[in-house]
């Protein structure tokens, strides 16, 4: 029989807005769509990971003890020897739901084919990776002849896309690359970023996961302290358990222990017995 039971709920409480919801501090949730393709992983001494496609066309690194900040890299090549066609980079304070997005339909993709995830026609509409901002409620900000740049309501989460040429090679390492996003009030706050010739519909996966209304769920104990004036908290309720089955039941009611048998008789009178002697 098929389990049809819900997956427990991750965390104590749901967060609104989800792009303020802060890291889970754990990748589990963003590596299991290509861990399910079976690709190749491997850890350093340090503790990073890295995961490839068995053709070394599609690489991802986490990691946690990495030079920088860069948490999350993810890179795709035409040829396995030659220079990264495209590079996305989330950092180590990004909520966990935009990547999961993105490296879900990254395993898709990959199994569709190159030209799914390695799509460079410069004819690639963008607007469709803003568009989900846009129906989200998020505005366009003073026009620059460099960059179009969004924001939320709120002002706490961004995105902005440079026109104009860039360094190929600057793109994959710095923060100067052609779609950059970000989250958080003034201090350190989460970003990421993608080069010229990810695909569109790649990032369209992430800001839809950004734009997207629903809470996410976080543990209150691990929620950034900087964040808390900027979120609304709600419990997370346990579902009530199922209603028990006719199966259930009927097991149930065969576990109940059974009154104990007695070898003692009990005398039944009727008319026709004999009345006991009188006790003189």
């Given at each position: 029989m098929t389990d049809t039971a819900p997956e427990p709920i991750d965390g104590d409480v749901y967060v609104t807005p989800r792009y303020l919801a802060g890291s889970t501090w754990t990748g589990d949730a963003a590596l299991r769509p290509l861990f399910e393709l079976g690709w190749d992983r491997h850890n350093d001494e340090y503790g990073n990971l890295y995961v490839a496609s068995p053709?070394?066309?599609v690489r991802l690194g986490f990691l946690p003890e990495g030079d920088d900040d860069g948490l999350w890299r993810i890179t795709a090549y035409r040829d396995p020897f030659?220079?990264?066609?495209?590079?996305?980079?989330?950092?180590?304070?990004t909520p966990i739901e935009p990547v999961t997005a993105f490296t879900t339909a990254l395993a898709t993709a990959y199994a569709q084919g190159p030209d799914n995830y390695l799509h460079l026609d410069a004819r690639q509409d963008h607007f469709h990776a803003v568009a989900p901002?846009?129906?989200g409620g998020w505005t366009l900000q003073h026009p620059r002849w460099e960059a179009l740049e969004l924001q939320a309501a709120d002002g706490l989460a961004g995105l902005e896309y440079t026109t104009g040429r860039l360094d190929e090679a600057k793109e994959l390492t710095t923060l100067e690359a052609r779609w950059y996003m970000w989250g958080g009030p003034k201090g350190p706050r989460w970003y990421a970023t993608a080069s010229t010739a990810t695909p569109v519909h790649l990032v369209t996966e992430i800001t839809t996961a950004l734009a997207d209304p629903a809470p996410v769920p976080r543990w209150q104990s691990g929620i950034l302290s900087s964040l808390r004036p900027h979120i609304q908290l709600t419990p997370v309720v346990p579902p009530p358990p199922p209603a028990p089955t006719p199966l259930d039941v009927h097991?149930?009611?065969g576990a109940r222990p059974q009154p104990?048998?007695?070898?003692?008789?009990?005398?039944?009178?009727s008319t026709s017995s004999r009345p006991a002697a009188a006790r003189r």
């Amino acid at each position: 029989m098929t389990d049809t039971a819900p997956e427990p709920i991750d965390g104590d409480v749901y967060v609104t807005p989800r792009y303020l919801a802060g890291s889970t501090w754990t990748g589990d949730a963003a590596l299991r769509p290509l861990f399910e393709l079976g690709w190749d992983r491997h850890n350093d001494e340090y503790g990073n990971l890295y995961v490839a496609s068995p053709d070394r066309k599609v690489r991802l690194g986490f990691l946690p003890e990495g030079d920088d900040d860069g948490l999350w890299r993810i890179t795709a090549y035409r040829d396995p020897f030659a220079a990264p066609a495209w590079g996305v980079c989330f950092n180590d304070m990004t909520p966990i739901e935009p990547v999961t997005a993105f490296t879900t339909a990254l395993a898709t993709a990959y199994a569709q084919g190159p030209d799914n995830y390695l799509h460079l026609d410069a004819r690639q509409d963008h607007f469709h990776a803003v568009a989900p901002l846009l129906k989200g409620g998020w505005t366009l900000q003073h026009p620059r002849w460099e960059a179009l740049e969004l924001q939320a309501a709120d002002g706490l989460a961004g995105l902005e896309y440079t026109t104009g040429r860039l360094d190929e090679a600057k793109e994959l390492t710095t923060l100067e690359a052609r779609w950059y996003m970000w989250g958080g009030p003034k201090g350190p706050r989460w970003y990421a970023t993608a080069s010229t010739a990810t695909p569109v519909h790649l990032v369209t996966e992430i800001t839809t996961a950004l734009a997207d209304p629903a809470p996410v769920p976080r543990w209150q104990s691990g929620i950034l302290s900087s964040l808390r004036p900027h979120i609304q908290l709600t419990p997370v309720v346990p579902p009530p358990p199922p209603a028990p089955t006719p199966l259930d039941v009927h097991r149930r009611a065969g576990a109940r222990p059974q009154p104990a048998l007695t070898t003692t008789s009990v005398p039944r009178w009727s008319t026709s017995s004999r009345p006991a002697a009188a006790r003189r």
